[in-house]
């Protein structure tokens, strides 16, 4: 069962003060993950910084959705290592600190806008402003009332990110969530996303849509488990030589930008 959000609030107020801004929110190295014999991360190395919009760009299959739930923690991790806000991913603790919403909408239908994000808000502390707070932000106030299941699959999704948002996490992972939204509501959300990065929260957004690599602060491009580069939009560009994000990113691949296969022996790691 997919979650739209298991995670508690960000301090707020007298609050215990967050990790130093400095440190990584996530930092990846030699990870590897595999599901049965299929390597589905392979050696991958990588840093994101805190308060970001970081962008997880490939292909489907390429591992994204691996990646986010081996964030998660609910992904084990075949080789090497991982830390989500300076603990190990997977600990108890980062419940209260990281929010993901998945790409099917993760709500229930018999219930009201407002009684989903109620019911998510209930867990984490978040008062009744705070469920307010995150039905705006998601542009679905005047459909608080409705039914979840009578809405569209677009309102559905943007449901789901509610519930997340009512938790003030300080890591957000998203799923593709603007896939199937109209153009306006697509540049909607990435302007909260941006807001939100400008007021702390670090947000991993993945995606195959090349066009919408430009929102982001940092860019991952995945392939085939590998990671073929981090790198900011303008880098892309320059390295792929071309305006065209997409252009960019292919250019890259044709160029074999990626490594050489770690191999069987790299895979090791510790036991799953």
């Known amino acids: 069962m997919s979650h739209a959000a298991d995670n508690s609030a960000v301090p707020r107020g007298g609050d215990a003060a967050p990790a130093p ?27 994101i910084k805190r308060g970001r919009v970081t962008g997880l760009l490939g292909p489907s299959g390429s591992g994204k959705t691996t990646l ?28 209260h600190d ?10 229930y239908g018999d219930l009201s806008v407002d009684a989903n994000v109620r019911y998510f808000g209930a867990m984490h502390g978040a008062t009744a402003a705070d469920t307010a707070e995150a039905i705006a932000a998601v542009g679905l106030g005047p459909f608080a009332g409705q039914k979840t299941a009578d809405l569209s699959g677009g309102q559905s999704s943007r449901v789901s990110l509610a519930c997340a948002l009512v938790a003030h996490p300080q890591l957000l ?15 909607e959300l990435w302007q909260r996303f941006a807001a939100m990065a400008e007021a702390g929260t670090t947000l991993l957004v993945s995606g195959h849509v090349m066009e919408e690599a430009s929102h982001c602060s940092s860019l991952l491009l995945l392939r085939d488990g590998l990671l073929l580069a981090q790198l900011t939009p303008g880098e892309l560009a320059e390295r792929g030589r071309s305006s065209d994000l997409e252009r960019a990113f292919l250019r890259i691949i044709e160029e074999g930008t990626a490594g050489p296969d770690p191999g069987p022996a790299a895979q090791r790691g510790a036991p799953r």
């Open 173 to 187: 992972l998203l799923d593709e969530p603007t896939v199937g939204l109209d153009p306006v509501l697509r540049a």
């Open 98 to 107: 990281v929010g993901y919403v998945t790409q099917a909408p993760s709500v």
């Open 21 to 47: 801004a400095a440190s990584a929110a996530v930092e990846a190295v030699a990870l590897h993950v595999s599901r049965g014999r299929t390597r589905i991360l392979r050696g991958v190395d990588f840093t």
């Open 68 to 95: 986010m739930r081996t964030i998660v923690g609910v992904q084990r991790i075949t080789g090497g290592s991982l830390r989500v806000l300076g603990r190990p991913a997977g600990e108890r603790s980062l419940r």
